[in-house]
């Protein structure tokens, strides 16, 4: 790279590097140094990011801190502020002695000096007032917004620049002053910033070019960053010493990167490192940039922010692999982890299970008709998620995670696989939509409809286990080469659509009837007939593509024959579909499950359907969606258990998309129906987004909906309506009929120390009561009141509880709030540990406030591992205003047998 070392800089690496070695040495701290290697490959990057662009190494130091590792947002910035202090300086020194041009002093010093001020102003006022979870979206924020500015500035190419400033009038010292303060500002926060801000207002605002910038904004950073780190280390003195041990690690590959970065981009013609910039920032290219492009970037977004701030975040749920995603994905440990295809390692009492509620085979299990155990999912998921497993593996290894198949990294692993596959199948969507004639902003906004307008973007981002994300990605993908082949007549096109069509049958092998949609992707009969002739005529290639369809139906075999000794069997024995009774309203209007009633932009997409010119398209969409919904409403569970809409039908939103953008083609078309169709959609979107975010948090429960449940929550987002309808409410707020009351335990909180109840908190005198002097008080300092218990064997007079026992807890309660998000709680605890519980809001039994109310609910007792098994009553409040309770009652209740449902 250099003929000859540059003196400064060498200068400053050989003090460096002798002052690291004396360090390391002589404290003997090398054993530390190297544990911490993981600083020296972010950096590796990150220096080099911060010499050859306008972003500081905390650019990467700052994401994988606090995102990976999950360290504070502190502790990241102090190590961001302290690398930088030592890569910045050798990339500024290294620019020094190369003479790189660079802007003047009437630029750097104003900058730097009101860059300090907003650093202090920052440091004491707003640091310390944001919480890490708002500092975490600040910087993503940060990070997209520059490379967006960066595109929206240089649309055109061949736009004039200049390598001088001219400040002729008082606005441009006064845009150089707030660019230096606001970006003192954002590195106080993520200890970098300036860089990122000042380059962007002197190439958007002065036109400087990016040439000049970069190596100025590296100017910039050096001085500010040094400040910040002395500051920190002996004003303020809140240097961690993991921060220390960090920099160690990081500071001798730091000084080594940047100054490399720095010489890099002085070998780049300005445009080509424009372009290069951008895709540091966000990845967005300045070449030929489409709406239908930016549309797929911005989705990217709003996911990559999903998984960073809400599937990934310490606060969040991080489990992922859940429900029927569990038994999709368990092919992966068993096969590659336990060599267990009978899955015993999900079994209870199996020393292997994983400490997971993933692994758990009540998920998946079933038996075939010879009484074998299997795993009723075929496989084609857990292949797509293949590549991911393996990636979760290494990390497991690497950073000490139990390589159990289900700890954080294989969490990390589906929710990452879901979006990259969407996101492919979005792109062949696409692709597949312009290919049909459909201009590029129409694209977008059916893109846009599709994923924030229907429960695609639900089965993404909150259940990405499950197989939809993944049948959609292979239907787009399969469409899209159905029409190229069929168009174009390639052979190549023809023989990969066959093998995709075979991945969409080991996804889930009904998904099968997307060959009816087939006719709907040319324009006319003679067209689709011609091009199936074309490929009869061609026996080669007709017998490799069958071939290629055949190869993946030959791995679900291979599991069959691991699994039960069999090469074909059926591992749904009890399960299947009654075609002579199908649930067609229900599947499509009902408030239970209906699909146009939770994704009512569907049915936008099949009146652009109706209203297209090719009546073949027309009559082929029409049969295949009707075909396709008699076929999934003819399922033996038609509403497809804990679901969000319709489910099934996600699958296939790849092909009635077509529909959509005739819609959107449609309504674009004519000025008079334009404004009226756009505010539909808009508010459609935004209805998709509202259930969306009710379904998450429980408002909208997952089962058992009705038209009377729908209205009360419509639109409601606020927390106290969380949970509010538990699916099984009904069944849970009555006891079966004929059951005989046992046992009956009461606390109206006049009983005194003496008695069996050992809780006492929250009991007061003279407050409203029903009876007596006292009763159980919850305000913002007392969150539950005290509790009433019983052991089960007490109440039962059956340890073993052999029967059909349930438990009913009645309490008196009294709100003084609408606002109140009070539950009546009955928990099942067996030797201390929770079982199972069950909590019923209070607000939807009070139909008054200020007055007392009586609150009952019942629940089938679980059967419990020990004999300490006890039933516990409370009343719990974490809202606003008062809650008082009184006269609590457990009640023992035998039911008589249940006949078993149909």
């Given at each position: 790279?250099?003929?000859?070392l540059?003196?400064?800089?060498s200068?400053?690496f050989?003090?460096?590097?002798a002052?690291w ?6 404290q ?10 993981v ?5 590796f990057f990150?220096s080099?990011?911060?010499g ?17 590792l ?36 009437s630029?750097?010093v ?16 707003v ?9 975490k ?23 004039t ?6 400040l002729?009038?008082?606005?441009d ?8 303060m ?6 106080s ?28 904004s590296?100017?910039?950073?050096s ?13 303020i ?9 960090a ?7 730091a ?5 490399l ?6 070998k ?13 920032s ?32 310490e606060?969040g ?14 092919y ?13 390692f ?21 038996r ?5 155990p ?9 292949v ?6 393996t990636?979760?593996?290494?990390v ?8 159990d198949g289900?700890s ?13 596959w969407?996101?492919l199948?979005l ?10 004639g459909?201009?590029d ?11 924030l307008g ?10 990405p286990?499950?197989?939809h ?34 991945m ?5 092998p009904?998904?099968a ?44 075999s ?10 074909i ?5 009890g399960?299947?579909?009654?075609f002579?009774?199908?649930?067609l ?12 009633i939770y994704?009512?932009v ?24 009707g ?6 409403s ?9 679901s969000?809409?319709s489910?099934?039908l ?11 953008a005739?819609m ?5 078309r004519?000025k ?12 459609l979107?935004?209805l ?9 948090v429980g ?8 038209k ?7 639109l ?13 409410a ?6 079966p ?11 109206t909180?006049?009983?005194?120390s003496?008695t069996?109840?050992h ?22 300092s007392?969150?539950?009141t005290?509790n009433?218990?019983?052991?089960f ?18 309490a ?13 709680a009955?928990a ?20 008054g ?7 009952k609910?019942?629940?089938?007792i679980?059967k ?22 009184d ?7 035998k ?7 149909k």
């Amino acid at each position: 790279m250099l003929k000859q070392l540059p003196p400064r800089y060498s200068i400053f690496f050989g003090a460096v590097i002798a002052c690291w070695l004396i360090i390391v040495f002589s404290q003997d701290l090398w054993s530390e140094v190297a544990s911490r290697y993981v600083y020296s490959i972010t950096m590796f990057f990150g220096s080099f990011i911060a010499g050859a662009s306008s972003e500081g190494g905390g650019a990467v130091a700052f994401p994988v801190m606090t995102l990976i590792l999950h360290l504070a947002p502190s502790l990241a910035r102090n190590f961001s502020l302290g690398c930088q202090s030592f890569g910045m300086v050798s990339a500024s020194l290294f620019i020094a002695d190369k003479r790189i041009p660079i802007l003047g002093r009437s630029v750097i010093v104003p900058v730097v000096l009101t860059g300090i001020i907003g650093f202090l102003l920052g440091t004491y006022f707003v640091a310390p007032e944001l919480p890490p979870k708002t500092t975490k979206l600040f910087f993503v924020s940060l990070w997209l917004s520059f490379g967006a500015a960066l595109w929206w500035i240089n649309k055109n190419g061949n736009k004039t620049v200049r390598a001088e400033i001219e400040l002729k009038q008082k606005l441009d010292y006064i845009v150089l002053i707030l660019a230096g303060m606001v970006g003192g500002i954002i590195t106080s926060v993520l200890g970098n910033g300036i860089d990122i801000f000042t380059f962007c207002f002197l190439i958007m605002y002065f036109n400087i070019d990016e040439k000049v910038a970069t190596p100025t904004s590296v100017i910039l950073m050096s001085v500010l960053t040094v400040f910040g780190f002395l500051w920190h280390a002996f004003v303020i003195q809140d240097i961690e010493q993991e921060v220390y041990y960090a920099l160690l690690a990081a500071v001798p590959v730091a000084i080594c990167m940047a100054p490399l970065g720095a010489w890099v981009i002085t070998k780049f013609k300005r445009l080509h490192f424009r372009e290069v910039i951008q895709l540091t920032s966000s990845g967005i290219q300045s070449v030929s940039i489409r709406w239908s492009f930016i549309t797929l970037w911005l989705l990217s977004a709003i996911m990559l922010w999903n998984l960073l701030y809400v599937r990934l975040d310490e606060d969040g749920k991080k489990s992922v692999i859940l429900s029927d995603g569990a038994g999709y994905y368990a092919y992966l440990p068993a096969y590659f982890i336990y060599d267990d295809l009978q899955f015993e390692f999900t079994r209870p009492n199996n020393k292997k299970r994983p400490d997971s509620e993933s692994a758990r085979d009540y998920f998946f299990m079933n038996r075939t008709a010879e009484g074998k155990p299997i795993n009723k999912y075929f496989v084609g998921t857990a292949v797509a998620q293949l590549a991911f497993f393996t990636g979760a593996l290494w990390v497991a290894n690497l950073f000490d995670y139990p390589v159990d198949g289900y700890s954080f990294p294989f969490q990390c692993s589906v929710a990452i696989a879901a979006i990259f596959w969407v996101l492919l199948g979005l792109v062949r969507l696409r692709q597949l939509l312009k290919n049909m004639g459909f201009r590029d902003h129409h694209v977008a906004l059916t893109l846009l409809l599709l994923f924030l307008g229907t429960n695609l973007y639900h089965y993404t981002l909150n259940e990405p286990a499950m197989s939809h994300v993944y049948s959609f990605a292979f239907i787009s993908m399969f469409l899209y080469r159905a029409q190229r082949a069929l168009n174009t007549k390639t052979n190549k096109d023809f023989i990969i659509a066959a093998l995709l069509l075979g991945m969409i049958v080991l996804i889930r092998p009904v998904n099968a009837l997307i060959v009816l949609f087939i006719p709907a992707l040319v324009e006319t009969s003679s067209g689709l007939i011609f091009s199936i002739l074309h490929f009869l005529k061609k026996p080669k290639v007709l017998a490799t593509a069958v071939i290629m369809g055949c190869l993946p139906l030959l791995l679900q075999s291979y599991m069959w024959h691991l699994m039960v000794d069999a090469w074909i069997t059926d591992g749904y024995i009890g399960e299947t579909f009654d075609f002579k009774d199908p649930h067609l309203i229900d599947f499509l209007v009902s408030w239970r499950k209906g699909w146009w009633i939770y994704t009512p932009v569907m049915l936008v997409a099949l009146i652009g359907f109706i209203s297209s010119r090719f009546k073949l398209r027309t009559v082929t969409a029409i049969t295949f969606i009707g075909t396709l919904v008699y076929v999934a409403s003819s399922w033996g569970s038609w509403t497809y258990g804990g679901s969000f809409g319709s489910r099934p039908l996600v699958d296939h939103y790849g092909a009635i998309a077509i529909g959509l953008a005739g819609m959107v083609r449609f309504t674009t078309r004519w000025k008079l129906v334009f404004v009226p169709t756009a505010i539909i959609l808009a508010f459609l979107v935004f209805l998709n987004l509202v259930q969306t975010y009710q379904f998450h948090v429980g408002i909208l429960p997952y089962e058992q909906m009705t038209k009377a449940k729908y209205e009360k929550i419509f639109l409601k987002t606020h927390r106290i309506y969380h949970g509010i309808y538990p699916p099984d409410a009904e069944k849970f707020r009555s006891l079966p009929e004929g059951a005989v009351k046992l046992n009956e335990y009461t606390r109206t909180f006049e009983e005194d120390s003496s008695t069996r109840y050992h809780t006492w908190f929250s009991v007061e005198k003279n407050l409203p009561r029903t009876s007596g002097n006292f009763s159980a008080h919850i305000d913002d300092s007392t969150k539950a009141t005290a509790n009433l218990w019983a052991w089960f064997y007490e109440g039962t007079n059956d340890s073993t509880l052999e029967g059909n026992y349930w438990v009913t807890a009645e309490a008196k309660v009294y709100l003084t709030t609408e606002r109140s998000d009070a539950y009546l709680a009955l928990a099942f605890k067996d030797n201390a540990i929770v079982i199972d519980w069950q909590a019923e809001p209070l607000l939807w039994h009070c139909e008054g406030l200020h007055q007392w109310h009586t609150v009952k609910i019942a629940r089938k007792i679980p059967k419990p591992k020990t004999d300490l098994g006890e039933a516990v009553m409370l009343v719990i409040h974490h809202g606003p205003g008062d809650v008082y309770a009184d006269d609590f009652k457990l009640t023992f209740w035998k039911a008589p047998p249940q006949k078993n449902a149909k």
